[in-house]
T-cell receptor, first 116, second 113 residues
Framework: AQTVTQSQPEMSVQEAETVTLSCTYD???????LFWYKQPPSRQMILVIR??????QNATENRFSVNFQKAAKSFSLKISDSQLGDTAMYFC?????????????FGKGTKLTVNP | DAGVIQSPRHEVTEMGQEVTLRCKPI?????LFWYRQTMMRGLELLIY????????DSGMPEDRFSAKMPNASFSTLKIQPSEPRDSAVYFC???????????FGPGTRLTVT
């Protein structure tokens, strides 16, 4: 079974600084997707960024980028120029690409607070 | 959350009552998922549908929980009878074949007293 581990329950960062959230996963499969979701206090789950395992290039979306290390099964999220609106829970998620299964497995989340 | 509408947004009920949560996705999806989120257990997948057919309900905690998807634009999650431990936020999410990313509704916060 696939598992996703986020080892940092809580983190904080000063506005305008950079922060990195960690995520590791465990799978014996070779083809999969990885995602970061953001859940602000409004509790809406928002897709931040995704990474296909077969792509070596790290995904980037504006101030958000990932460091994908397939051999190490690591998928960290870097937020640059942190903004107050980045305050949220961040969830790492994993999805297999096989058999039509689209199931996502989520980590427990990291609560990020951006301080003014 | 424009892609998925969930109702009600908040539900407070007494133990033993029947609760029905509703999800109305936009068109263009092939998959629909029901999740439950609690502080203790995080996000758990309860059940998912592909083209309105239930594919995996192994996450449904008990027979008290049931889900239906009578058409591509509507799904329900029913709890009968409800118990205080069912208190949680329930999310509906959708995705399209081959996209693998899921888009979530705003969730229903259920409180069972």
């Amino acid at each position: 079974a696939q598992t996703v581990t986020q080892s940092q329950p809580e983190m904080s960062v000063q506005e305008a600084e950079t922060v990195t959230l960690s995520c590791t996963y465990d799978t014996s499969e070779n083809n999969y997707y990885l995602f970061w979701y953001k859940q602000p206090p409004s509790r809406q789950m928002i897709l931040v960024i995704r990474q296909e395992a077969y792509k070596q290039q790290n995904a980037t979306e504006n101030r958000f980028s990932v460091n994908f290390q397939k051999a190490a099964k690591s998928f960290s999220l870097k937020i640059s120029d942190s903004q107050l609106g980045d305050t949220a829970m961040y969830f790492c998620a994993f999805s297999l690409l096989q058999g039509g299964s689209e199931k996502l497995v989520f980590g427990k989340g990291t609560k990020l607070t951006v301080n003014p | 959350d424009a892609g998925v509408i969930q109702s009600p947004r908040h539900e407070v009920t007494e133990m033993g009552q029947e609760v029905t949560l509703r999800c109305k996705p936009i068109s263009g999806h092939d998959y629909l998922f029901w999740y439950r989120q609690t502080m203790m257990r995080g996000l758990e997948l309860l059940i998912y549908f592909n083209n309105n057919v239930p594919i995996d309900d192994s996450g449904m905690p008990e027979d008290r929980f049931s889900a239906k998807m009578p058409n591509a634009s509507f799904s329900t999650l029913k709890i009968q009878p409800s118990e205080p431990r069912d208190s949680a936020v329930y999310f509906c999410a959708i995705s399209g074949t081959g996209s693998y990313e899921q888009y979530f509704g705003p969730g229903t916060r259920l409180t069972v007293t």
